[in-house]
C-alpha cells in the first residue's frame, strides 16, 4: 500500500486540515500519515483561535514518521510560522520523498490568517524549490506575485510568475473567480486548462486542502502530474456535487460518496 504523509493543520469542525487530507488518502486507497503544525479552532463559520505546534515538536514527529515509514509522496498545507517553515523544509532535504505536493495555505475563507504575514517570503524561498507541484488559490498567488487576478489571461502571468520562484509545476486554482472554475497548470512550457461547470452551493469548505491531497495520493499511485490533477479535479467535483451541509456556514466535501454508493451505503 502507497504511503502519503500530510504536513498541515488541524481543523477540528473536519472539513480541511489534516481531516480533509487523511479522508482523502483514505478514499484514494493510500495510507494516511499526518504532522501537525497548528490546532485551529474552527466551524463552517470560519477560523476562531490557531495554537502552533513548536518547532521541536514539529520536527519530532517527521522524524518519527520518516525514520521508521517509507513515505511515497507529501502534502504540504498549512505551516503557519517561520519556525516551522524552516524546520519542514530542513527535513525534507533530508529525507528527500519522491513527490511534494505544497498547497501554499495563507488564510481561511472568513479571512483569517493561518500563516504569518512575515512567514511568506520564507515559504516562497524554502519550500517552492522543493515542490513538484505547488497549488495556489487566486488570493494567494495575487499575495505571492503581487499582480491582480481577475482573468484567465492574468491568470496565466501569475503562474508562469510563480513558476519562475521555482516551483516545477504551477497549479493556479480558478475557484474565486465568477463562472465555471478554471485551474491552470504551468509547467514551464505550456498552459493546461481544467475547467468545471460550477456546482453551485455553499459548501466549499477544504475545496483546496482536498484537490492537493488528491493530487499527492494519484502521485503516490504512479500518476504522471497532469493525469494526477485530471483524477483529483474528477474527485473533488464529486466530493463537492454530494457535500453536506453541516453547520450554520460553508459547510464540508462529501469524500465518500462514489464509494458509498458503491458499497450500497447510499440509496
Ligand atoms: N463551486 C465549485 N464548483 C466546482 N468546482 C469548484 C467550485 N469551487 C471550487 N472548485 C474547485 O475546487 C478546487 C479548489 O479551489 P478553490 O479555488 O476553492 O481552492 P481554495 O480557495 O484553496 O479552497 P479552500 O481554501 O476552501 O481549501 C479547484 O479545483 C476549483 O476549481
Ligand atoms: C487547518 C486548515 N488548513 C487549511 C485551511 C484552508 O482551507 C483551513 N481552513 N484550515
Same mark, same amino acid.
Given at each position: 500500500?502507497?504511503?502519503?504523509?500530510?504536513? $498541515?493543520? #488541524?481543523?477540528?469542525?473536519?472539513?480541511?486540515? %489534516?481531516?480533509?487530507?487523511? &479522508?482523502?488518502?483514505?478514499?484514494?486507497?493510500?495510507f494516511g500519515l499526518s504532522v501537525i503544525t497548528a490546532v485551529t479552532a474552527q466551524n463552517t463559520l470560519g477560523v476562531q483561535a490557531v495554537q502552533d505546534i513548536d518547532r521541536e515538536m514539529v520536527s519530532k514527529q517527521i522524524e518519527a514518521v520518516f525514520d521508521d515509514i517509507e513515505v511515497d509522496a507529501v502534502k504540504i498545507g498549512m505551516v #503557519?510560522?517561520?519556525? *516551522? %517553515?524552516?524546520?519542514? =523544509?530542513? $527535513?525534507?532535504? /533530508?529525507?528527500?520523498?519522491?513527490?511534494?505536493?505544497?498547497? @501554499?495555505?495563507? +488564510?481561511?475563507?472568513?479571512?483569517?490568517?493561518?500563516?504569518?504575514?512575515?512567514?511568506?517570503?520564507?515559504?516562497?524561498?524554502?519550500?517552492?524549490?522543493?515542490?513538484? %507541484?505547488?497549488? @495556489?488559490?487566486? @488570493?494567494?498567488?495575487?499575495?505571492?506575485?503581487?499582480?491582480?487576478?481577475?482573468?484567465?489571461?492574468?491568470?496565466?502571468?501569475?503562474?508562469? =510568475?510563480?513558476?519562475?520562484?521555482? =516551483?516545477?509545476?504551477?497549479?493556479?486554482?480558478?475557484?474565486?473567480?465568477?463562472?465555471?472554475?478554471? !485551474?491552470?497548470?504551468?509547467?514551464?512550457?505550456?498552459?493546461?486548462?481544467? *475547467?468545471?461547470?460550477?456546482?453551485?452551493? &455553499?459548501? *466549499?469548505?477544504?475545496?483546496?486542502?482536498?484537490?492537493? #491531497? $488528491?493530487? +499527492?495520493?494519484?502521485?503516490?499511485?504512479?500518476?504522471?502530474?497532469?493525469?494526477?490533477?485530471?483524477?483529483? &479535479? !474528477?474527485? %473533488?467535483?464529486?466530493?463537492?456535487?454530494?457535500?453536506?451541509?453541516?453547520?450554520?456556514?460553508?459547510?464540508?466535501?462529501?469524500?465518500?460518496?462514489?464509494?458509498?454508493? /458503491?458499497?450500497?451505503?447510499?440509496?
Open positions: 500500500m502507497k504511503k502519503v504523509l500530510t504536513i $498541515a493543520g #488541524s481543523d477540528g469542525s473536519g472539513g480541511a486540515g %489534516i481531516q480533509a487530507d487523511l &479522508k482523502t488518502f483514505a478514499a484514494h486507497g493510500v #503557519s510560522q517561520t519556525a *516551522t %517553515i524552516e524546520t519542514i =523544509a530542513g $527535513a525534507l532535504k /533530508k529525507y528527500t520523498p519522491e513527490h511534494i505536493v505544497l498547497d @501554499p495555505v495563507m +488564510a481561511a475563507k472568513n479571512g483569517c490568517h493561518l500563516l504569518k504575514k512575515e512567514a511568506e517570503t520564507l515559504l516562497i524561498k524554502e519550500l517552492f524549490p522543493l515542490a513538484e %507541484i505547488v497549488t @495556489p488559490n487566486i @488570493p494567494e498567488a495575487e499575495a505571492i506575485t503581487g499582480l491582480g487576478i481577475d482573468n484567465l489571461q492574468q491568470m496565466e502571468e501569475a503562474a508562469a =510568475a510563480i513558476f519562475r520562484l521555482g =516551483a516545477r509545476n504551477v497549479l493556479l486554482k480558478g475557484g474565486h473567480l465568477e463562472g465555471n472554475p478554471t !485551474d491552470i497548470l504551468y509547467n514551464g512550457r505550456e498552459f493546461l486548462y481544467f *475547467t468545471q461547470a460550477r456546482i453551485e452551493t &455553499k459548501n *466549499t469548505h477544504g475545496t483546496g486542502c482536498t484537490l492537493s #491531497s $488528491a493530487i +499527492a495520493a494519484n502521485l503516490a499511485l504512479g500518476r504522471e502530474v497532469e493525469e494526477a490533477i485530471t483524477l483529483a &479535479k !474528477d474527485y %473533488i467535483t464529486v466530493a463537492i456535487e454530494h457535500s453536506l451541509p453541516l453547520g450554520r456556514g460553508a459547510g464540508p466535501t462529501h469524500h465518500f460518496y462514489a464509494l458509498y454508493k /458503491k458499497a450500497g451505503l447510499i440509496p
